[in-house]
């Protein structure tokens, strides 16, 4: 019998990992744009939601649960996804010599070829934006009687700055591309694969990409040409 562990450190187990979380970090980012268009909504809106992750739900057990989740999760994507990687580059150290489509389910693209690039980048504006957000400096500020971070000031404070903003646009071009083929290719490592459905969950699997790279995209552009800059009371970003 062939243990679990042997399954998942095969290249379909590899597959399989990297398909399985890649959807479940797709449900995360789907969450995480629908909260940020809150943003839109003014200071009081945007404060209140995040205070209400922090320490309302679940009496403030899920950010914990939600966290040690997104650590476990993108870990695992990024090891099975460089290792699946490696493997192919070892199998074929050549590129193509002409990109193309391999035929049957295969869907080659340019943003099939790059994909570890874009995830790469990702993972390093994972790491960046964690840092400058969720522990970045902020105020506080009371809404209806409740005190909590002012992370609305903090969040357009720093697209107001604009090379970070246009580097914000850039990563969100490439998460666009990144998500184009992972959508796709995570259904077939999940083993989605009846030619029945093929259709829909690609042009399903584009259609969503363009909607949250594009979402996440408006944001910082939005925010750095047509919001003001609130004042800041703290020392800096
Ligand atoms: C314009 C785009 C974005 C904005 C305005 C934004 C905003 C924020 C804010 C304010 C926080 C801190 C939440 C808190 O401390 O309660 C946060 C956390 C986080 N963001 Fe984003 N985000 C953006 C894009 C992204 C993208 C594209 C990803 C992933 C690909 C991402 C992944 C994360 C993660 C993993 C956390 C930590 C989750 C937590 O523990 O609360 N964000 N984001």
Redesign the pocket.
């Given at each position: 019998m062939i243990s679990w562990k042997k399954n998942l450190t095969s290249s379909i187990g590899k597959k399989f990992v990297t398909g399985i979380t890649g959807l479940l970090l797709v449900s995360?980012?789907i969450v995480?744009l629908i909260g940020?268009l809150l943003?839109y909504a003014g200071p009081d809106a945007f404060n209140s939601y995040?205070y209400f992750?922090?320490h309302r739900l679940i009496h403030g057990w899920a950010?914990y649960v939600?966290?040690a989740m997104?650590i476990l999760f993108?870990g695992a994507h990024a090891v099975a996804g460089i290792s699946v990687w490696q493997k192919k580059r070892l199998a074929r150290p050549q590129p193509y010599y002409q990109a193309g489509n391999a035929g049957g389910a295969s869907r080659k693209s340019f943003a099939s070829r790059t994909m570890i690039v874009s995830g790469l980048v990702?993972l390093v504006?994972?790491i960046l934006?964690?840092r400058m957000?969720?522990f970045g400096p902020t105020a506080t500020v009371v809404v209806d009687g409740i005190e909590m971070?002012d992370?609305y000031t903090?969040?357009v404070s720093t697209f107001k700055v604009w090379w970070i903003s246009f580097a914000?646009m850039a990563?969100?071009v490439l998460?666009g591309l990144h998500l184009r083929h992972g959508i796709w290719s995570a259904f077939q490592s999940v083993g989605a694969t009846s030619p029945r459905y093929q259709p829909v969950i690609y042009v399903g699997g584009v259609t969503l990409s363009i909607l949250i790279g594009l979402g996440?995209f408006l944001?910082?552009l939005v925010i750095l040409f047509f919001y003001e800059n609130p004042a800041l009371s703290m020392g800096g970003i």
């Open positions: 995360f980012v995480h940020n943003l995040a992750l922090e950010v939600a966290d997104l993108f990702i504006f994972v934006h964690v957000f969720k971070r992370l903090l969040v914000y990563v969100m998460l996440f944001l910082p």
